[in-house]
């Protein structure tokens, strides 16, 4: 699979801009650029040794001056700043974007909505938080690949659907019986995961899936929150012993 993204630079900036503003995304993580230790020694898809494998990433550093402090998010530059994924890096951003947003009936998958893009204007961008993550997110896709190569010589993109699974089962979560070599890729690929998610759900097509409309006109009285609102305001001021809050439900 090679991506070719069908999303104007101005499209992805606004979706981009969009993300940065989303609650959706919690803040950056730190901790996932440490220096490489030694590879571990793997075959038919299992790991054998408890030692881990980490990128030692030469990355150019962003130089870009990037949009102010007032953006103009209707008109936004074309440009204002170079995009940084390579041709594979982007391939492999939307292979395992659709791993984990696949097409469900009418609802596209994550590169069907252009994340790929909106990932690689993420990591390009010139400020810290974006920066933080570039450090992770490219690790975290260099990693990937090189335990599929070093499982099955071949690279991620190039894995059949079973090999894929083998590696993704295995850094998907960081839990407590998460073998030693795959705790910081699970790190990593969490916070790879929460980009991809978030970006999806700032899309059109995202926030239609969850039946979110937005801003719309109302004719008519403002109706107010419903009795199910209501219920569950109370609900949680009372866990919080504030009920002297709570407002009347209206009939």
């Not at 898809?45 to 990128?55: Q, R």
């Not at 998958?109 to 961008?125: F, G, K, L, M």
Request: with cysteine.
């Amino acid at each position: 699979m090679q991506y070719k993204s069908g999303i104007t630079r101005r499209d992805s900036l606004k979706l981009m801009m969009a993300l940065a503003a989303s609650a959706l995304l919690p803040a950056a993580l730190t901790g996932c650029d440490s220096a490489p230790v030694s590879k571990t020694d793997v075959g038919a898809g299992v790991a054998k040794a408890s030692t881990e494998h980490w990128p030692d990433l030469k990355l150019s550093p962003i130089t870009a001056t990037g949009y102010g402090k007032d953006p103009n998010l209707i008109l936004p530059p074309e440009s204002p700043w170079p995009l940084t994924l390579t041709q594979a890096q982007l391939s492999l951003v939307a292979v395992l974007s659709d791993i984990l947003v696949p097409r469900e009936g009418s609802v596209p998958s994550a590169s069907e909505v252009h994340v790929p893009a909106v990932v690689d204007e993420w990591v390009s961008a010139p400020y810290e938080r974006q920066q933080q993550d570039r450090v992770t997110i490219l690790s975290a896709l260099a990693w990937i690949d090189d335990e599929a190569q070093m499982r099955f010589d071949k690279t991620f993109v190039a894995l059949d659907k079973t090999q894929k699974k083998a590696i993704m089962d295995d850094i998907a979560y960081d839990r407590a019986e998460t073998p030693a070599q795959f705790k910081r890729i699970a790190t990593a690929f969490s916070r790879f995961r929460s980009l991809v998610l978030a970006a999806f759900f700032c899309t059109p097509e995202g926030t239609k899936d969850i039946g979110y409309v937005g801003n719309v006109p109302i004719g008519g009285d403002y109706p107010g929150p419903t009795k199910e609102a209501y219920e569950h305001l109370e609900k949680v001021l009372a866990d919080l012993g504030l009920t002297e809050y709570a407002y009347p439900i209206q009939a």
